[in-house]
């Protein structure tokens, strides 16, 4: 890389530091345009400079920037790995993207009991969206023995939380008027 500026040896080294906070930070600047023009293959490098430091928000905008092929390029394998990284981390936003891959075999082999563990994983964080999927899987008996009372529950939890689409799944059980 050639340095032209005072600017750009300084984000050199904030390339080369161990700040992986700093490096998301640059990332997001890029990818949300803040203060300048948005640059998705600059913040796809920067996310990935903090990814390997192991900040699991990174990691999930690295999988997901793969996945979608934001860049120009989709490498879900690629995508998949960081995924499952910042999965690890109990990222929310990463647990979803997995669990829906794998419900439907996008960037994964399709394995609906994976997507499953994912949103009791997601439930267990307390996410709604989490609790929502769960609650379908239930009604339909998908993976699961049927289950209507773990699915209102579910439900329930999901509304409860904020994610509206529960309030019909509720109504379709007779639940709500």
């Known amino acids: 890389m050639i340095v032209e500026s005072a600017f750009d040896k300084k984000f050199v080294d904030f390339k080369r530091e161990n700040n992986a906070e700093r490096q998301f930070n640059i990332a ?3 990818f949300y345009g803040g203060e300048g023009e948005e640059d998705i ?3 796809s490098e920067w996310y990935e400079e903090a990814a390997k430091r192991g900040h699991p928000e990174a990691q999930y ?4 920037i793969l996945q979608a ?6 490498d879900y394998r690629k ?10 981390g109990d990222n929310i936003q990463a647990i979803l ?13 399709r394995k609906v009991g994976k997507a499953v563990k994912m949103w009791k994983k997601g439930a267990e964080l307390g996410c709604p969206e989490a609790e ?8 339909k008996g998908d993976y699961v023995r049927k289950n209507d009372k773990k ?4 439900f329930q939890n999901a509304l409860k939380g904020g994610f509206i689409p529960a309030e019909s799944a509720l109504f379709e059980m007779g639940i709500l008027n």
């Open 132 to 139: 929502y999927y769960l609650g379908l899987c239930y009604y």
């Open 41 to 43: 293959s600059l913040a």
């Open 69 to 74: 092929g934001l860049t120009g390029k989709v």
């Open 61 to 64: 905008m690295r999988g997901y």
């Open 151 to 154: 699915a209102r529950s579910h």
């Open 79 to 88: 995508g998949h790995g960081y995924l499952k990284r910042a999965a690890s």
């Open 28 to 30: 997001q600047k890029y």
């Open 97 to 109: 993207m997995l669990a829906r891959n794998y419900y439907y075999g996008a960037g994964a082999q």
